[in-house]
């Protein structure tokens, strides 16, 4: 597997001591939807932006599902690894450290996923509108590694025990774990954008 084979985006820092943010995108979306988000969010920060190899119906996203909320979880297994190599890759090709993921949705999904499949890829993650993405994970250590994890409380998609386990399941883990249920649905709100900047402005999301 070589970096290539995900279409991605990159943009370099503007600020060298700001985290590079790896941005994972919702099902139907591609590499350029979360960049905005990116910016505001972490402004200098690298942003590197891959868009997900798996078409629903030519809607891009990051592993396959049965049904909604349906994951077929062989395949969320070899993308997450797949997405795995692809950071490594392209941390050597653009010379960053590990990033923190911000992923929404199926973005936020594989985000989940990789951290338990292979903790050391990522520095941390924002993960907006999260699942539990594997049944049976692999014990994963997480070493104090942060997580903001922001469900929305009316969210028609992610049932409302599903978040309080996945957050259970980074804590178990070694994550240190911030969870907030917002006033909202499955899209993002304006709290998203300011709970996400102010956790990745602070020490919060500094690894320990
Ligand atoms: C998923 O399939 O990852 C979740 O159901 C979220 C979505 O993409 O709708």
């Known amino acids: 597997m070589t970096e290539t084979a995900f279409i991605h985006r990159?943009?370099?820092a503007g600020d060298a001591g700001s985290p590079p943010l790896l941005l994972l995108h919702g099902t139907g979306g591609d590499e350029n939807d979360l960049?905005?988000?990116g910016q505001m969010i972490s402004p200098g920060s690298a942003l590197l932006s891959p868009r997900?190899?798996?078409l629903e119906h030519g809607m891009p996203r990051f592993f396959r599902r049965l049904a909604e909320g349906v994951f077929d979880e062989e395949d969320v297994a070899r993308r997450a690894n797949e997405l795995?190599?692809?950071v490594a890759e392209a941390r050597q090709r653009y010379g960053i450290a590990a990033p923190i993921a911000v992923g929404f949705s199926n973005g936020a999904n594989i985000a989940a996923a990789l951290l338990l499949l292979q903790p050391d890829v990522l520095a941390g993650a924002i993960l907006l509108r999260a699942m539990v993405p594997l049944s049976d994970p692999p014990k994963a250590a997480l070493g104090g590694k942060p997580v903001l994890l922001l469900s929305g409380h009316g969210d028609p998609i992610v049932p409302a025990?599903?978040?309080p386990r996945l957050a259970a399941l980074?804590?178990?883990a070694g994550a240190?774990?911030?969870?907030k249920v917002l006033p909202a649905g499955h899209q993002?709100?304006?709290a998203d954008v300011t709970l996400a900047r102010d956790w990745i402005g602070n020490a919060e999301s500094r690894a320990a």
Not at 176 to 179: C, D, G
């Open 84 to 86: 795995g190599d692809f």
């Open 35 to 37: 960049l905005g988000l």
């Open 161 to 163: 025990s599903n978040s």
């Open 10 to 12: 990159f943009e370099p």
């Open 170 to 172: 980074f804590t178990e």
């Open 188 to 190: 993002l709100s304006q």
């Open 176 to 179: 240190r774990v911030t969870h």
């Open 52 to 54: 997900g190899r798996v």
